[in-house]
């Protein structure tokens, strides 16, 4: 009497699918191949995920199912693509200014999404606290000042229109700059954004970062006092120049990623890496770092 051997099942894993898409993604990105600001269009794909688990259910335990998987994904980020190098359309300009007067510190809380942001400061000579100017979505502006101290938060206004309306539209652009007048504390919080922060200028005291799917570069300042930043990122590409003469005491953890730091200048000691006159410099740098999935590079 012989046996009836049951079909062997092809079990699917769609999230590993997924993992190997924004992989790939991720690795493009960081050879230049794909832009940053990219994951801007991919957000509005969200609704594929739906897509794709409908597929995994109907068609559980179907050999040829992750060929179909990897062809809807790969057809819509081709698409994602194809939109974002799309020629723009009449482009929105918004502007904002704050004078200075008589603020002696200020607090600048910067909450961008989806684009690029360029922030440096003004000229030495501008009574200004800040000049700010977007391109394409909206940017909204709270100022408020308690004494001599300023608060100044600045927000992204997101495109309400649905996307097949919002096709051939350019990504947001930010010109932020800051007064170099008075000691500031910023606030940055971006997702899915090319950000560029020139701080050469600035009297930085404290500098928080928050990075989410992105490629950020920082010019650390380069004038006297103590500067305290601290990074948490997020599947992000992070390049931070230190200029001559700054001492710096830096702090990396790194969840699976690359870390470039130029020990050369900051030699490592312990857990962290050190300028070796970083006790008896004037210009000090404390640079903590936690990074989950990128890149970290530091000169």
């Known amino acids: 009497m012989s046996e009836t051997k049951s079909p062997r099942k092809h079990r699917i894993s769609i999230w590993g699918i997924i993992l190997v898409l924004l992989g790939v993604v991720l690795l493009l990105q960081n050879f230049n191949v794909l832009p940053w600001g990219l994951w801007a269009m991919l957000w509005r794909f969200w609704p594929v995920i739906l897509i794709v688990i409908g597929l995994n259910i109907v068609g559980r335990h179907k050999p040829w199912l992750s060929?179909?998987?990897?062809?809807?994904?790969?057809?819509?980020?081709?698409?994602?693509?194809?939109?974002?190098?799309?020629?723009?359309?009449?482009?929105?300009?918004?502007?904002?200014?704050?004078?200075?007067?008589?603020?002696?510190?200020?607090?600048?809380?910067?909450?961008?999404?989806?684009?690029?942001?360029?922030?440096?400061?003004l000229t030495p000579d501008s009574p200004n606290l800040v000049e700010a100017l977007s391109r394409w979505n909206g940017l909204t502006a709270d100022f408020r000042r308690e004494d001599t101290v300023g608060n100044l938060r600045l927000n992204s206004t997101w495109d309400r229109r649905p996307p097949w309306r919002r096709v051939g539209a350019g990504w947001t652009e930010w010109k932020v700059e800051l007064t170099q007048g008075i000691p500031l504390i910023l606030e940055v919080n971006s997702a899915a954004a090319d950000v560029a922060l020139d701080l050469r200028h600035l009297k930085v005291t404290r500098l928080d970062l928050e990075l989410n799917a992105g490629n950020c570069k920082v010019r650390m300042p380069s004038g006297e006092g103590i500067t305290r930043m601290f990074i948490e990122a997020n599947a992000a590409n992070i390049q931070i120049t230190i200029p001559e003469g700054v001492a710096a005491r830096i702090e990396v953890d790194l969840n699976v990623g690359v870390l470039e730091i130029d020990e050369s200048r900051f030699p490592r000691k312990g857990d962290y890496y050190i300028s070796p006159d970083f006790e008896d410099a004037e210009n000090r740098i404390y640079l903590r770092i936690d990074l989950n999935a990128g890149r970290v590079e530091v000169s």
């Open 67 to 121: 060929t179909v998987l990897v062809v809807v994904l790969g057809a819509f980020l081709g698409v994602a693509v194809w939109q974002y190098q799309m020629p723009p359309c009449q482009e929105v300009i918004i502007t904002h200014s704050e004078p200075r007067g008589d603020l002696r510190e200020a607090v600048v809380d910067v909450d961008f999404q989806a684009g690029h942001l360029r922030l440096s400061a």
